[in-house]
């Protein structure tokens, strides 16, 4: 070998050796995601609200991994959580009709069987089981007996949130595995405990409850909702401290059968999601920041 090729040689070999012991450049952090939940509460037609949530908060780079919701919050989070978008949401929402919820009885439980809502609901998701969910879901609900909170996360979807939804003295009472239950708002009106419970880093609260201040209630839908919220907010005082934000859209003056006013509910939503947008941002950076 000639000296050309000999000092060619080693210097190739020296340029490999330090190639294999420089350290690679350091890799960018990623910063970890959060669990984000969003507990929709009960509030009946009040309840198109939250369609306006969830929407203008996927606009604003905002998805829920888990949903949780307590009767109006649980109809619109069962069919939120089964996989379509906030404008697929809003689509579908316009086209309900409040006859697709009338089954009248005769019965001094409730002049409301609650089928139709059960059959509604499993149309809207395709057949899907809580468990089969895109996303994780719980339906909040109160057992009638005991008074004690209930959330089922798998079984019947619809049978769920009719039991969920089982407003007292409207909806008849919903049997399953033995045991009746009615509306979930009765002791979880916005169920920000049962997001953690499934898992949730940051919950994002929707209140739509009607507050005992304003114009005087009437007819019978305007008295109950009124009476109901009266006899759970301590309750609800008692499950929004435990959210990281809570967003309050402005339907106040949306009674809880004003079918014909979803349009100006949505958009009361999709205004008050946008201006807690910030809000929310900032405590996903906190928590990404205490996680280093």
């Known amino acids: 070998m000639t000296l ?17 012991t420089q350290a690679p450049p350091p890799v960018a952090k990623v910063p970890a995601k959060p669990r984000i939940a969003f507990a929709l509460g009960g509030g009946a037609a009040k309840g198109f609200a939250h369609v306006g949530v969830i929407r203008a908060l996927e606009q604003g780079g905002i998805k829920a991994d888990i949903v949780t919701g307590t009767s109006a919050g649980s109809v619109v989070g069962a069919i939120y ?19 697709d919820l009338r089954d009248f009885t005769l019965s001094t439980s409730g002049f409301l069987k609650g089928e139709k809502l059960a059959a509604l609901v499993n149309q809207q998701v ?9 996303r994780k879901f719980g339906a909040v609900a109160t057992n009638l007996d005991t008074g ?3 959330v089922f996360r798998n079984g019947d979807t619809g049978t769920a949130v009719r039991a969920s939804a089982a407003i007292p003295n409207v909806f008849q009472p919903v049997t399953i595995a033995g045991k009746r239950y009615v509306d979930g708002g009765l002791v979880s009106p916005v169920p920000v405990s049962a997001a953690r419970e499934m898992g949730a880093d940051i919950v994002i609260a929707v209140d739509i409850s009607a ?4 114009k005087a209630a009437d007819g019978f839908f305007g008295l109950l ?3 109901l919220n009266i006899m759970n907010l301590a309750a609800l005082a008692q499950e929004l401290k435990q959210a990281d934000v809570v967003i309050r859209p402005n339907v106040l003056n949306i009674g809880s059968a004003d079918f014909d006013l979803r349009g100006n509910a949505m958009l009361e939503g999709e205004k008050a999601a ?10 996903i950076a906190r928590w990404q920041q205490q996680r280093g």
């Open 4 to 20: 050309n090729r000999r000092l060619f040689s080693l210097a190739l070999l020296a340029g490999l050796t330090a190639c294999a």
């Open 81 to 99: 959580a089964s996989g379509i978008d906030g404008d697929a949401l809003r689509y579908r929402a316009m086209r309900i009709d409040e006859s």
């Open 126 to 134: 395709d057949g899907k089981k809580i468990e089969q969910m895109s």
């Open 148 to 150: 004690v909170r209930a």
């Open 211 to 214: 507050k005992p201040v304003g």
């Open 225 to 227: 909702d009124r009476s």
């Open 274 to 283: 946008r201006a807690a947008l910030p809000q929310i941002k900032a405590a």
